[in-house]
T-cell receptor
Framework: NAGVTQTPKFRILKIGQSMTLQCTQDMNHNYMYWYRQDPGMGLKLIYY???????DKGEVPNGYNVSRSTTEDFPLRLELAAPSQTSVYFC???????????????FGPGTRLLVL | SQKIEQNSEALNIQEGKTATLTCNYTNYSPAYLQWYRQDPGRGPVFLLLIRENEKEKRKERLKVTFDTTLKQSLFHITASQPADSATYLC??????????FGSGTQLTVLP
């Protein structure tokens, strides 16, 4: 299993540009998440999904959009990039709700985004 | 508002000693609490989960306690090694199973 993969690893955007951060998991997990992590800070939840076709906002959703057309993929879209979106973005997945093993979140390696 | 505080930004200890990291929370009733390890440039890796009705969990050299009265979790690494050096994050899950993370404690184990 590759686990959770993210592309690209690093990207520089100009203000106002748009881009999609890709996230794929091969563990057949129902739940998927997008977080951002600013330097020296914890992770903040942007959006999450409990299954294909179902998405919901997290703590900091403004400026982002998501879709979940398949179980495996959960792309994050930035429409009009702003300097405040400079951050490291992590995608994660978990099996669902229930025992400890089901609620463990598995993280991807992250995408470092710089908006200038 | 909900708040999670991890005891300090950085903790240095000598190899072989026990490292104790603290996670305090306010205005929160978590269903469970998790601890993650994060190395520089990498995503967090799950270590332990403890539920609101559990007092203590162990895994090899790791031990987590959870006191819902004090609103505090303690994370212990016994017989610490330089390879344990990393940032440790606590995360709380509410009824919707969304995780709220603390800002982390950077642990350095000195040889």
């Amino acid at each position: 299993n590759a686990g959770v993969t993210q592309t690209p690893k690093f990207r520089i955007l100009k203000i106002g540009q748009s881009m999609t951060l890709q996230c794929t998991q091969d563990m057949n997990h129902n739940y998927m998440y997008w977080y951002r992590q600013d330097p020296g800070m914890g992770l903040k939840l942007i959006y999450y999904s409990v299954g294909a076709g179902i998405t919901d906002k997290g703590e900091v959703p403004n400026g982002y959009n998501v879709s979940r057309s398949t179980t495996e993929d959960f792309p994050l879209r930035l429409e009009l990039a702003a300097p405040s979106q400079t951050s490291v973005y992590f995608c994660a997945s978990s099996q669902g709700v229930g025992g400890a093993s089901q609620e463990t979140q598995y993280f991807g390696p992250g995408t470092r985004l710089l908006v200038l | 508002s909900q708040k999670i505080e991890q005891n300090s930004e950085a903790l240095n200890i000598q190899e072989g000693k026990t490292a104790t990291l603290t996670c305090n929370y306010t205005n929160y009733s978590p269903a469970y609490l998790q601890w993650y390890r994060q190395d520089p440039g990498r995503g967090p890796v799950f270590l332990l989960l403890i539920r609101e009705n559990e007092k203590e969990k162990r895994k090899e050299r790791l031990k987590v306690t959870f006191d819902t009265t004090l609103k505090q979790s303690l994370f212990h690494i016994t017989a610490s090694q330089p390879a344990d050096s990393a940032t440790y994050l606590c995360a709380l899950a509410g009824s919707a199973r969304q995780l709220t993370f603390g800002s982390g404690t950077q642990l350095t184990v000195l040889p």
